[in-house]
């Protein structure tokens, strides 16, 4: 990590803490969506259906849209306010204790839109399996 900040690089240690965060806060909208019977009481975290097809076809357009919002570049900006609303909430995902906003900002503000909307689809298809097999060092321009 030595090395990197010298390069004027960030080294982050997030394992699969980063990714599940950002898509909790970037895709809050679709997790909270008003689909009937999917969050049947307030205290839920997130939609029954996450870890199902379902999560994706019963909000498929909600969905495409956010991931074009992001793919366009509008990902910094959406993170700024989920981060504004949201910060601390129970959101599926989330892990406030292990990863803080300057770390989602910096990744978010590194990667291009497309990767991150790739990295985001992935998870609404399928929560299960792919958080095991997430990047567990990310590097990024140290901020000024």
């Given at each position: 990590m030595a090395a990197l900040s010298?390069?004027?690089?960030?080294a982050l240690h997030v394992?699969?803490?980063?990714?599940?965060?950002?898509f909790a806060l970037l895709m809050r909208p679709a997790l909270f969506a008003p689909v009937p019977g999917m969050l049947p009481t307030a205290l839920l975290s997130g939609p029954l259906d996450l870890r199902t097809p379902g999560f994706l076809r019963r909000r498929q357009p909600l969905i495409q849209g956010l991931l074009g919002r992001i793919r366009g570049g509008a990902a910094p900006a959406?993170?700024?306010a989920a981060l504004d609303a949201h910060l601390g909430e129970?959101?599926?995902?989330?892990?406030w204790d292990r990863v803080g906003p300057d770390a989602l900002q910096?990744?978010?503000a590194a990667l291009p839109g497309p990767a991150l909307a790739a990295v985001l689809h992935v998870?609404?298809?399928?929560?299960?399996?792919?958080?095991?097999?997430?990047?567990?060092?990310?590097?990024?321009?140290?901020p000024p």
């Open positions: 010298a390069c004027g690089r960030r394992e699969t803490s980063l990714w599940t965060t950002l959406l993170l700024d129970a959101i599926v995902g989330a892990r910096a990744v978010v998870f609404c298809e399928d929560w299960g399996p792919p958080l095991g097999a997430c990047p567990i060092w990310c590097c990024c321009r140290a």
